[in-house]
């Protein structure tokens, strides 16, 4: 196998540095939340609150935006 030249070697180093920086920012943008929608008053499921870390609005009220 060859050895990598330093373009893909800096390639990888950069997608891992920004895969990390991705990764801190949305652990870190992490708010409190409404369990229910504040527009229409339907539960919003854990899962979409923990995708979006943390909403107030269902899937239904933000289409509609």
């Given at each position: 196998?060859?050895?990598s030249c330093p373009i893909d070697q800096a390639t990888d180093l950069e997608t891992l540095q920004r895969d990390h920086a991705i990764a801190h920012q949305l652990a870190s943008s992490k708010r409190p939340y409404s369990p229910n929608c504040l527009e229409c008053g339907v539960f919003i499921?854990?899962?979409r609150q923990n995708i979006l870390g943390g909403t107030d609005i269902c899937v239904d009220c933000a289409g509609m935006k």
């Open positions: 196998m060859k050895p499921p854990v899962e």
